[in-house]
């Protein structure tokens, strides 16, 4: 291989890594207390709440037994006699409730693998009692709020309204879902979005410094010191009981992967069903802070500036056309979206890519100057003259090379910004259109064999389709230039040989090629929208060149019959 090809592949690949690089850039609108909201539905404990006859009989004898999961019935002592629960277990000892997939055959599995100690059974079972304990208080502060906007209840009256809630709640309004043991999915199953633990479980990975800010894992490293103490006054060693820190960090790591690399957060209002798609079955929505202007522009300058307006454009013609958010609403929205975000560049980029159309239509003249000198490869007056002559014809035609330049200047961060808008959309994250999520990328998508993918009920196909749509209008609007230009040349006799313009040539196919090249490449890797926007602004590219080429021709046209 040459090591002009090898330069020129080596300088693509930066390219696309440096794009990537850049988009990484944008910042993540994601909080702290977004990440507790996201971690939540991965690892909800391993108690079933459930009436007491819905208890097996294997699970209603309390033995008495610290290191054995017993059956239980939270606040008797507040006169609860509706909500019961248990925590099965298999023959291995794992957690078999459906719920704690993820914490029992994930990070349990892999700790025993790894030779990690794990907490012991009654260890998990006190973390689920103080969770729900924690989640109704903040239930209670919420409807003491709800009651009463304008006052801020008080720390008795919400330890009150708790102590009434812990007495009467079941455990409908304890499930995130409308069955017991369940991930959701199974047929006639509903969501609960009044749900205790549904709202407020995240209380487990949440936690505050002493300044008031959210600290990840705050909540849960103090309920591993208070339940310690508790097992110390019990007369157990609580230290041998409770995660230590080999566990401690491996669950954390595991946990963290869930929602590291989410960053759907930039949410403009409030939703009572929530956002997104998370938890094993990617059937949870989850609630997600709102995000305003100001706390855009503390994230950066192009997210104030372009990323948090595009967000909010998506938004207000998502819930416009589709309050429900099924989907269709957020397709509309992107088209749109991209429309507008589409004119607002041509606007400020006009006079750039109209002397780009002016310089494609001069393709016939250049390729004649170029033919006047057919040694100025090797011969540097001739080079020099060459080089004289199509500037002056620039100059005639009012071509500021600078311009190109500006162009790029301006599209690129405005490229990277509406990726980061839209990767940061939490309304992309919602709803579906013919089995695809749009938050979701398409290489995710078509890598997921899982089920019978040929059904589409992954959205395998609809991926496929969108990524075929998407690659082949990106190659028609790239490509379409050098038709174009391939056009007019023809009505030229090409007498002589012409090495400027074959180089000229040759050096325009590696920029297509590789522009092509990137755009398939990011549009497999990023979500689906960004391959909506791509398709959408293919179409758009093609309708200005082909706009543009007929004004320029008609400038152009004009200026000779007046010679």
């Known amino acids: 291989m040459k090591k002009s090809t090898k330069a020129k592949i080596f300088g693509g690949l930066v390219a696309i890594f440096g794009a990537a690089l850049l988009s990484s850039c944008i910042g993540n609108f994601c909080s702290e207390v977004d990440q507790a909201h996201i971690a939540y539905p991965y690892e909800q404990g391993v108690t079933v709440y459930c009436k007491e006859?819905?208890?097996?009989?294997?699970?209603?004898?309390?033995?008495?037994?610290?290191?054995?999961?017993l059956s239980w019935q939270p606040y008797a002592s507040e006169g609860n006699t509706a909500l019961w629960a248990y925590i099965p277990v298999n023959t291995a000892g794992l957690f078999t409730a459906k719920k704690a997939d993820y914490l029992s055959n994930t990070i349990l599995t892999s700790a025993k693998t790894n030779l990690i100690k794990a907490p012991s059974y009654a260890y998990w079972k006190r973390v689920d009692e103080i969770v729900l304990e924690n989640a109704i208080t903040l239930s209670a502060k919420a409807s003491l709020l709800e009651e009463n906007p304008d006052s801020l209840p008080t720390t008795e009256q919400i330890n009150a309204k708790a102590k009434t809630m812990k007495a009467s709640i079941t455990s409908t309004e304890v499930n995130p879902f409308d069955q017991p043991d369940c991930i959701g999915n199974e047929e006639g199953v509903k969501p609960n979005y009044d749900s205790v633990l549904r709202n407020y479980g995240y209380w487990k990975f949440d936690g505050q410094n002493e300044n008031g800010g959210h600290v990840l894992y705050g909540n849960w490293s103090a309920m591993n010191e208070q339940i310690k103490k508790e097992f110390d006054a019990a007369g157990y060693d609580g230290s041998a009981l409770i995660p230590n820190r080999d566990f401690t960090t491996f669950y954390k790591q595991y946990i963290t992967n869930k929602y590291s690399a989410v960053r759907t957060c930039i949410a403009t209002r409030s939703r009572a069903e929530g956002y997104g798609h998370y938890g094993n079955s990617s059937n949870w929505s989850v609630q997600i802070q709102t995000t305003d202007w100001g706390r855009a522009w503390s994230k950066g300058l192009f997210e104030g500036l372009i990323v948090y307006p595009v967000a909010c454009l998506v938004d207000a013609l998502s819930f416009s056309l589709d309050p429900n958010l099924s989907g269709v609403g957020q397709i509309g929205a992107l088209i749109i979206t991209t429309?507008?975000?589409?004119?607002?560049?041509?606007?400020?980029?006009?006079?750039g890519t109209m002397d780009q159309q002016k310089t494609q239509a001069l393709q016939p003249q250049i390729a004649k100057i170029q033919a006047k000198y057919p040694n100025s490869k090797e011969n540097k007056a001739q080079a020099a003259r060459m080089q004289q002559e199509t500037m002056a014809l620039y100059k005639r035609n009012k071509i500021s090379m600078a311009s190109t330049f500006i162009v790029l200047l301006i599209q690129f961060p405005v490229f990277i910004s509406v990726w980061g808008a839209l990767q940061g959309s939490a309304i992309l994250s919602?709803?579906?259109?013919?089995?695809?999520?749009?938050?979701?990328?398409?290489?995710?998508?078509?890598?997921?064999?899982?089920?019978?993918?040929?059904?589409?009920?992954?959205?395998?196909?609809?991926?496929a389709v969108l990524f075929l749509l998407m690659s082949g209008l990106q190659f028609c609007a790239v490509k379409l230039p050098q038709w174009i230009n391939k056009a007019q040349l023809k009505k030229q006799a090409k007498l002589t040989a012409n090495p400027a313009q074959d180089d000229n040539s040759r050096r325009m196919k590696w920029i297509t090629y590789g522009m092509l090249i990137f755009t398939i490449i990011m549009g497999f890797a990023l979500p689906a929208a960004m391959g909506v926007y791509w398709a959408i602004g293919a179409i758009l590219s093609m309708a200005q060149t082909l706009i543009m080429q007929l004004i320029v021709k008609k400038r152009l046209l004009k200026k000779q019959t007046r010679r």
């Open 53 to 69: 006859e819905e208890i097996p009989e294997e699970y209603k004898v309390d033995n008495g037994n610290a290191d054995y999961p």
């Open 339 to 351: 429309i507008i975000v589409r004119l607002i560049l041509m606007a400020l980029t006009f006079k």
């Open 430 to 463: 919602t709803g579906e259109i013919l089995n695809l999520r749009l938050s979701d990328s398409i290489s995710s998508v078509l890598t997921n064999f899982s089920g019978a993918w040929y059904t589409n009920a992954t959205g395998w196909w609809t991926a």
